[in-house]
């Protein structure tokens, strides 16, 4: 993988308010828009109108946690990414942009 880019979960980002009080984790639809929109400013790939062929969420994201996001263009299109917190895995997928369907 390719093209770091390194983001540190704000301790007060409002989704933590309604999601798990107590034990707050930020929600996979959350990561997910972060990691498309840092995928389309460093690639400079118009991702609005994209196509999530897999994500999986595989550790919770947490208050604080230095997240590294990291992606590779293949020849076909294809975008696969991955987000770790140090050496847990969080999140992985790849993502096709309309134009490249």
Known sequence: MNNAIHWTVPLDHPAFAGHFPGTPILPGVVL???ALH???ET????L???EISLVKFLSPAN????LV??????????IRFEIA????KIASGSIVAKSSA
């Open 48 to 50: 609005n109108d994209c």
């Open 85 to 88: 917190a140090g050496t847990r």
């Open 69 to 78: 996001l990291q992606h590779i263009v293949s020849a076909g299109g294809v």
């Open 63 to 66: 208050p604080g946690d230095e």
């Open 38 to 40: 840092a995928i389309s």
């Open 32 to 34: 997910l828009d972060t």
């Open 43 to 46: 690639s400079g790939i118009e």
